[in-house]
Structures are given as C-alpha cells and as structure tokens.
Nanobody, 117 residues
Framework: QVQLVESGGGLVQDGGSLRLSCAAS????????MGWYRQAPGKQRELVAG?????????NYADSVKGRFIISRDNAKNTLYLQMNSLKPEDTAVYYC?????????WGQGTQVTVSS
C-alpha cells in the first residue's frame, strides 16, 4: 500500500506564493506518473502539473498555470513539490497529488489552497 500526504496549502493573497509537498510512503516502486491535480467547488478535477516517466521524462502543465507553477521532486525523500507563484483567485481549489506505479493510482487526501483578492 502507498500513502500520500500533502501539505503546504493555506490562505494567500492575490499574487502570493505557496509550495505544496506530497510525501510518499509505504511499498514504493518506480512511478510512471506523478502529478498534481486540483478541484474547485462545482468543477471537475483537473491536471495542474505532472511528470510522465517512461523512456524519457516529460512534463505537462495546464495552460492556466504555465509560467507560474513549477513541479519538482526529491527522489531521495520520495517527495513531490509544486511551487506556485503569482497565485490568482481562480487557483483556489483543493490540490491533490497522484502517484501511479505498476498500473495502480494512489491519491492523497488533498490540501486546500485559497487565494483572496
């Protein structure tokens, strides 16, 4: 079993920054996908940023966050990060991390990010 624990969410003003962390523990194998998703009230969950790890690692960012958010990871700590800069009220959502390994997807419990105008 794999556990993912997100942290770093909170309340920030328009234009501010936050860094989210997602610590993985348990039975870990090489991940093929690691990423951040978000879900705002009344909306579907959407991809924010992700690593897709195959023969080469590719990155994917939602158009709405390109140039503002950066995804990174520390393999030694089994931790995924999301640096969020120039935050906007429309970034307000619950942010979830995802890890896919051996064809199974694991999700964290989510962390709330609220951006006030």
């Amino acid at each position: 079993q794999v556990q993912l624990v997100e942290s770093g969410g909170g309340l920030v003003q328009d234009g501010g920054s936050l860094r989210l962390s997602c610590a993985a523990s348990g039975t870990l194998f090489s991940a093929t996908v690691m990423g951040w998703y978000r879900q705002a009230p009344g909306k579907q969950r959407e991809l924010v940023a992700g690593y897709f790890i195959g023969g080469a690692t590719t990155y994917n960012y939602a158009d709405s966050v390109k140039g503002r958010f950066i995804i990174s990871r520390d393999n030694a700590k089994n931790t995924l990060y999301l640096q969020m800069n120039s935050l906007k009220p429309e970034d307000t959502a619950v942010y979830y991390c995802l890890r896919r390994q051996r064809g199974v997807e694991y999700w964290g419990q989510g962390t709330q990010v609220t951006v006030s105008s």
